[in-house]
């Protein structure tokens, strides 16, 4: 009779095992929101003769805090939140770099270029991208801070110079600390970067 009751036990428990795996400790799927960074130049900001310099967009490297798809959140002085939820659609530096070549190009100032064609290359341009959160440390008055360091070469004969390097730092003050109002901050934000950098470039051009 021993062994019948083992084997009766062992399948009650095989049953009682499964219903719990397929039940009881059976994890909800996570919801999380994804969200693109675009920026499009206002017509006032675009240059109507087309210069046609060649420009070699490299892309950034972003500070290794705020490299990551999931929105990165300021609490306080030295205090960050990461929100899980809410993520880009893509590497922010990706977004980031996209965004800023095609808007230079939309000026006329620039046409991109491939990096395999290195000897047709008029500039070249790197950047860093040293902030990038939403900074709630004041509930009254919360804000999406963007900041980019970025340096501009131009070839000259075989090697390249730096004839422009500067920080451009941005801080849009949003409605609230809802994730669109931070991406429609962080959007604006980029925009004025690109057109200070357009501003800073045409003194420089021939």
């Given amino acids: 009779m021993r062994p019948k009751i083992s084997i009766v036990l062992t399948g009650f428990l095989v049953i009682l095992i499964s219903f719990y795996g397929c039940t009881g400790l059976k994890k909800e799927p996570v919801n999380k929101s994804y969200f ?11 240059n109507k003769v087309c210069k046609s310099e060649t420009l070699l967009v490299k892309e950034f490297y972003i500070n290794p805090v705020f490299d990551s798809h999931s929105f ?14 809410n993520e880009f659609v893509s590497s922010p530096a990706r977004l980031i770099t996209q965004g800023i070549e095609e808007n230079l190009c939309a000026s006329n100032l620039f046409t991109s270029i491939q990096a395999n064609k290195k000897q047709n290359i008029g500039f070249r341009l790197s950047g860093k991208i040293t902030r990038l959160y939403g900074d709630f440390q004041d509930p009254s008055n919360p804000r999406a801070v963007i900041e ?10 075989t090697a390249f110079q730096t004839i422009s390097s500067k920080t451009y730092l941005a801080e849009e003050k949003i409605l609230s600390n809802d994730p669109s109002k931070l991406v429609s901050g962080w959007n604006a934000g980029l925009l004025k970067i690109v057109i200070g950098f357009i501003s800073d470039f045409q003194p420089l051009s021939p």
């Fill in 148 to 157: 980019i360091s970025m340096i501009l070469e131009k070839k000259h004969d």
């Fill in 72 to 85: 990165v959140y300021r609490l306080g002085k030295n205090k960050y939140a990461i929100d899980y939820y």
């Fill in 36 to 46: 693109d960074l675009a920026i499009t130049l206002p017509v006032s900001s675009q």
